[in-house]
């Protein structure tokens, strides 16, 4: 029997970098630790406005791969010549065509834990319930947005195998604990109603790249790895990056997956994890204009909270809370200008070993970007530097600069660089009559 995949053998750790299939708790080990938004609470001020969007938790596949990879292992299982390894022989499929595309319980304690984290910075917001909750229709959302509400409060009752949502909201809201759930598709999946983008994001454009790097050399060297371990004598670039796509699904739904022995080495994730961020590049992030341009009303929106802290800066504090998905929340980073850097192509993996735009990093399961208002506390000195209200940004609860300044500033410098954006934004950007490939 092929040893392989006996974990003594193994020296591949199980926290891998696996793109937007990366659990939160994994993507965590690749953040910037001194920027950690709770070690950076400004001095002398309080949380008085949160705005935040939070990605669905960690899910199921589609019904579509779940089949497409029991099909690839059946197969390899049937073509091999060399003696298999255990991981491989004995492989039976963990996950349910009937929760295809639910949230699974690891994703469900990922926004619990966030809320928690949040709350900790004020818990008056959320104890005296002064907080809005939006989501995006699909099922993944609506539970995330329960997950995070039961995290605000221990004290109710919640449970996920009972309270998890199973279908889709038909209605215009859901209540939870005694919370109001707002279903809003205009804001959170503006990527549907902006024609132009799904024109672009359905052309064989927006994955040339992707595809061109499957294709190419890097992969390849993985392929023939795989084949001759296996004695495989056809197995195809496709199909090693599909094998991949259920590895990282395993680990993140279940923590492990003793298939990842298959890759080897660590490189060989890095090189596939690659094929993520090229096809988040084109599809959501900064490879198209109007895949971040089109967020620009839900950023709108999101600003909302910090015009209204700023005209009445005597306001009771309060959040709003939004629940989406990886295309709403990368395409509003892109729109903040973050993570930007040299353009990812299929022939720049080796220069972009060091890329900003890294969706393990800013875009795993529940991947988060908040607006924290902090205003300062009375009878704080008033010749102490520092201006009334400040504002930060943080992804994944790590602070980020906004553009051209630092992670803490006052809140009209931030509020003049939103408004910029949204005010440059027009929906006719969205008309199908404008060239498709048009750079805005």
């Not at 963990?94 to 990922?110: I, R, S, T, Y």
């Not at 197995?235 to 990056?241: D, E, F, G, L, S």
Request: charged residues 25%; contains cysteine.
């Amino acid at each position: 029997m092929n040893s392989l995949c006996s974990s003594e053998h193994s020296s591949l750790s199980d926290e891998y970098p696996a793109g937007t299939k990366t659990a939160y708790a994994t993507s965590q080990k690749f953040q910037d630790s001194p920027l950690y938004l709770y070690k950076n609470v400004p001095k002398d001020y309080t949380l008085t406005g949160l705005s935040a969007l939070y990605r669905h938790g960690t899910r199921y596949p589609s019904s579509s791969k779940i089949q497409k990879w029991a099909t690839l292992i059946y197969s390899i299982q049937t073509n091999a010549t060399e003696d298999l390894p255990e991981c491989l022989e004995d492989w039976i499929p963990q996950m349910d065509v009937d929760l295809a595309w639910l949230l699974n319980d690891v994703g469900w304690a990922e926004l619990k834990g966030l809320a928690m984290r949040f709350k900790s910075l004020n818990p008056e917001i959320f104890n005296n319930r002064r907080y809005s909750v939006k989501s995006s229709f699909k099922a993944r959302c609506v539970s995330s947005a329960r997950g995070f509400i039961a995290g605000l409060h221990p004290e109710d009752h919640s449970d996920f195998s009972t309270d998890m949502d199973h279908v889709d909201a038909t209605e215009r809201s859901v209540t939870y604990l005694e919370t109001e759930i707002e279903i809003n598709n205009r804001l959170l999946r503006f990527f549907d109603s902006c024609r132009r983008h799904v024109d672009w994001e359905e052309s064989p454009r927006c994955e040339k790249e992707s595809r061109k790097f499957i294709a190419g050399g890097h992969v390849s060297s993985i392929r023939k790895e795989i084949a001759r371990m296996l004695g495989l004598k056809y197995i195809t670039n496709r199909q090693v990056a599909d094998l991949h796509q259920l590895v990282v699904f395993e680990t993140a739904l279940f923590g492990k997956s003793e298939l990842k022995e298959l890759f080897k080495t660590e490189d060989a994730f890095e090189i596939l994890e690659y094929v993520s961020d090229l096809k988040h590049y084109y599809k959501t992030g900064y490879g198209y204009a109007l895949n971040y341009r089109s967020a620009t009303p839900l950023l709108d929106d999101m600003v909302g909270l910090i015009r209204d802290m700023v005209k009445n800066p005597d306001a009771k504090p309060r959040a709003d809370l939004y629940f989406g998905h990886a295309e709403t929340a990368v395409p509003l980073m892109a729109l903040l200008g973050l993570f930007d850097g040299a353009p990812l192509t299929a022939d720049s993996f080796v220069l972009a070993r060091h890329r900003r735009f890294r969706c393990t990093k800013i875009a795993p399961f529940a991947a988060n970007i908040s607006f924290l208002l902090y205003k300062k506390n009375p009878g704080t000195d008033e010749d102490a530097a520092g201006p009334d209200l400040v504002l930060q940004i943080a992804v994944n609860e790590h602070l980020v600069n906004i553009p051209g300044q630092h992670h803490t500033v006052d809140v009209h410098v931030a509020l003049e660089y939103f408004e910029k954006k949204i005010k440059s934004w027009s929906q006719h950007e969205c008309e199908l009559n404008k060239t498709p490939n048009q750079e805005l």
